[in-house]
């Protein structure tokens, strides 16, 4: 199993961005997968996930309105849309092989190894 983020960069307070993952060696499309996310010096923080088939996603409700997570099974790859970037969204961003989706339980088997928000100006 691979998981490879990739989008992260530094962007200014109310800008952009998109993140992306590209997953292999499973399949795909019979998995939920997440973006979880840490901030320096604090705990992992579930951010959004989305249902193996892509139709029900879930998002916290602190970043609901800002963030927008999408699916593509074709092309097996995960998406995060991030608007309204604040300084506090500044964190390391992991693509995870969620277990419990829409559960609350945050278990995952698989993490990727991230890529850096950083939001500043």
């Known amino acids: 199993v691979q998981l490879v983020e990739s989008g992260g960069t530094l962007v200014q307070p109310g800008g952009s961005l998109k993140l992306s993952c590209a997953a292999s060696g499973f399949i795909f499309s019979n998995y939920a997968v997440s973006w979880v996310r840490q901030a320096p010096g604090k705990g992992p923080e579930w951010v959004s996930g989305?249902?193996?088939?892509?139709?029900?996603?879930y998002i916290s409700d602190s970043l609901k309105g800002r963030f927008t997570i999408s699916r593509d099974n074709a092309k097996n790859t995960l998406n995060l849309q991030m608007d309204s970037l604040k300084p506090e969204d500044t964190a390391r961003y992991y693509c995870?092989?969620?277990?419990?989706?829409?559960?609350?339980?945050?278990?995952?088997?698989?993490w990727g190894q991230g890529t850096q928000v950083t939001v500043s100006s």
């Open positions: 989305v249902n193996p088939s892509g139709l029900i996603p």
């Open positions: 995870v092989r969620d277990l419990t989706v829409g559960y609350g339980l945050g278990v995952f088997d698989y």
